[in-house]
């Protein structure tokens, strides 16, 4: 079993990368795409779904690979992980995006300390946030149900759907909202825009965590 310190380790460095690649490939795409916001934008969902598969599959049997607040949210909700090392996971987590949002600057000779000026706010926005960061919690807790080595795949695959089918391109993390905040990049957020995303994101957590349970509950498969 791995220790108390190893499993934030891998919360850090799995954040710290999933970050990196969030904004390092949005840079990129947005450089190479000539304005073409269609092509940056595929760029970046084609990079972050691969590097959710890649990260959750080798860092998932150190801490469960959350690198989500929202999932340590649904964790903590189901009793499968005790309340204090839930709020030390989400310091490493935001700790750990900060720092690939600064090394996606630094690769990219961008400045280090930025903030962002994307307006990212209004009734859709939020309530796409609600229904991304839903619909990641539900793929995860019904995936670990009915084939939990799917979970990589799964969670790769819904994000870079969630990409493209939701108005506010599914941040669906408040890590990673924070840490985009800190970049005015391509896939950065105004920082005055980031607090009621990160509502919305828990709230669609706790919901999928309350529908997972009676969808998936004894009961109901006995009556299913």
Request: glycine share 10%.
């Amino acid at each position: 079993m791995s220790s108390p310190a190893q499993r934030l380790g891998a919360e850090f460095v799995g954040t710290a990368f999933l970050l990196a690649a969030v904004v390092g490939s949005g840079i990129m795409g947005d450089t190479l795409a000539g304005g073409n916001v269609a092509v940056a934008l595929l760029a970046n969902t084609i990079a972050t779904g691969a590097i959710l598969v890649v990260l959750i599959t080798m860092l998932g049997p150190v801490s469960g690979a959350h690198f989500n607040p929202a999932v340590t949210l649904a964790f903590l909700m189901r009793r499968e992980i005790a309340a204090g090392e839930a709020g030390l996971f989400v310091l490493a987590q935001i700790a750990g995006g900060v720092i690939g949002v600064w090394a996606a600057h630094l690769m990219f000779a961008d400045d280090l300390l930025q903030f962002s000026t994307t307006v990212r706010t209004g009734g859709a926005q939020w309530f796409s946030e609600w229904v991304a960061c839903f619909g990641l919690v539900f793929t995860i807790l019904a995936t670990l149900k009915v084939r939990a080595e799917a979970v990589p795949m799964a969670v790769g695959l819904y994000i870079s759907s969630a990409y493209w089918f939701t108005a506010s391109t599914s941040f669906a993390n408040p890590a990673v909202t924070i840490a985009c905040g800190l970049s005015d990049t391509f896939a950065g957020i105004r920082p005055a825009d980031v607090p009621l995303f990160i509502v919305m994101q828990l709230i669609g957590a706790a919901c999928a965590v309350i529908v997972a349970r009676w969808l998936f509950s004894a009961d109901a498969e006995k009556t299913g």
